[in-house]
């Protein structure tokens, strides 16, 4: 069967430290990847895309990489801020066309000062 | 920020009342998408339109049907409501449906089916 598999627990560290979320999928072949960060009470906000050809994608302190042997993306928060602890949320388009995009469950991060 | 607006923002209802959920945007997007949100389960599309009059089923569309008379407007509607659909609903736009194009999200309406 289809899946996109984030760890379910919350990610705790402590700021200055960098923070590796992981996404897994098994029976896709997406040719792009995005990552998304929700906070509560709110919708979900792009961060970044990262096409199947690309090893790694980066914005300021955040780092993607996207491993199609693995099936899996990483994703980084260096030097991470108590500002950055919120839900972060992978999703690939299936190819099946109109962008139907497949999220995984999210990812909690809790940067502690 | 994009121009997306959910109304309302939280509602509470009984079991077997309709339902309509809207959302508008001012971005002049082309593609709109509902989603629904709970726990332990990543977000769900529900139906997505491609244009004005051009909708379709995602994933979860049972018990749903949607509308869209024009390009700024996607209403979703829950015709008989029941408890399994209290959730989080979301809309989002897309400017051109492509893979490698971002989606951008409303806020969300919380709703609660007694």
């Known amino acids: 069967s289809q899946k996109i598999e984030q760890n379910s627990e919350a990610l705790n560290i402590q700021e200055g430290k960098t923070a590796t979320l992981t996404c897994n999928y098994t029976n896709y072949s997406p040719a792009y990847l995005q990552w998304y960060r929700q906070d509560p009470g709110r919708g979900p906000v792009f961060l970044l895309l990262i096409r199947e050809n690309e090893k790694e994608k980066r914005k300021e302190r955040l780092k993607v990489t996207f491993d199609t042997t693995l099936k899996q993306s990483l994703f980084h928060i260096t030097a991470s801020q108590p500002a950055d602890s919120a839900t972060y949320l992978c999703?690939?388009?299936?190819?099946?066309?109109?962008?139907?995009?497949?999220f995984g469950t999210g990812t909690r991060l809790l940067v502690s000062p | 920020d994009a121009g997306i607006t959910q109304s309302p923002r939280h509602k509470v209802t009984e079991t077997g009342t309709p339902v309509t959920l809207r959302c508008h945007q001012t971005e002049n997007h082309r593609y709109m998408y509902w989603y629904r949100q709970d726990p332990g389960h990543g977000l769900r599309l529900i139906h997505y339109?491609?244009?004005?009059?051009?909708?379709d089923k995602g994933e979860v569309s049972d018990g749903y049907s949607v509308s869209r008379s024009k390009t700024e407007d996607f209403l979703l509607t829950l015709e008989s409501a029941t408890s399994s659909q209290t959730s989080v609903y979301f809309c989002?736009?897309?400017?051109?449906?492509?893979?490698?194009?971002?989606?951008?999200f409303g806020d969300g309406t919380r709703l609660s089916i007694l």
């Open positions: 999703a690939l388009d299936p190819n099946t066309g109109f962008q139907k995009l497949v």
């Open positions: 339109s491609y244009g004005v009059k051009d909708t």
């Open positions: 989002a736009i897309s400017a051109s449906g492509d893979s490698n194009q971002p989606q951008h």
